[in-house]
């Protein structure tokens, strides 16, 4: 149980086009899910917090204008990049979290590896 | 959130057991230690986690010292799968956030 999904796995985009990314928690109902990004021997940046039906809450650094975020329901998020530029290219992960336990639990997707000529 | 020091790297032969050594000197006592791991070019796996008693799962397990100030995930048997970066993460208890630091990486020779 506790999968997590995401779509596309990989995206190539011309630079100044808009990109979308969908984060799905296939098997359970995620409350909160979660927007990182990975630049190549890097480790994992938290860029976001996204309640479903809630604004999402953006790290020090992130452009919400850059990286819109929709929950708009317990299973899916999305992430989209608008107006893409070669530094946006980078391996964005998505988390989902649930409360079934005593503690909350994260659930990682597998990544979107996204590269903007 | 507390922070972890780790190792950058290490390597470990294939069939021998492997030791991650974490030092979480400022933890807090309502503090879990949780270790996830990620393979290259994928998302970070869960592996355990645990507050001050010694856990094991299927696929690892985790020795926290009593006064909770380091710890050390062991891969009882590695194999070449298991080459990774691992992270140690401290986290509040009913804190969704997990804050990556550097991870160590462990690379599995044969």
């Known amino acids: 149980g506790a999968v997590v999904s995401q779509h596309p796995s990989w995206v190539i985009c011309k630079s100044g086009t808009s990109v979308k990314i969908e984060c799905r928690s296939l098997?359970?109902?995620?409350?909160?899910m979660f927007w990182y990004r990975q630049f190549p021997k890097q480790s994992l940046m938290l860029m976001a917090t996204s309640n479903e039906g809630s604004k999402a809450t953006y790290e020090q650094g992130v452009e919400k204008d850059k990286f819109l975020i929709n929950h708009a329901s317990l299973t899916l998020s999305t992430l989209t990049v608008t107006s893409a530029h070669p530094e946006d290219s980078s391996f964005y992960i998505c988390?989902?979290?649930?409360?079934?336990?005593?503690?909350?639990?994260?659930?990682f997707g597998p990544g979107t590896r996204l590269t903007v000529t | 959130d507390a922070k972890t020091t780790q190792p950058t790297s290490m390597d470990c032969a294939e069939g021998r057991a492997a030791n991650l050594p974490c030092n979480h000197s400022t933890i807090s006592g309502n503090e879990y230690v949780y270790w996830y791991r990620q393979i290259h070019s994928q998302g970070p796996q869960y592996i355990i986690h645990?507050?001050?008693n010694n856990e094991t799962n299927e696929m690892a397990s985790l020795i926290i010292t009593e006064d909770r100030k380091s710890s050390t995930l062991i891969l009882p048997h590695a194999t070449l799968r298991d080459t990774a970066v691992y992270y140690c993460i401290v986290r509040l208890l009913n804190d969704y956030k997990l804050s990556f630091g550097a991870g160590t990486t462990v690379t599995v020779r044969a």
């Open positions: 098997d359970f109902q995620a409350t909160t």
């Open positions: 988390s989902a979290a649930t409360s079934g336990r005593v503690t909350y639990e994260q659930y």
């Open positions: 645990g507050l001050k």
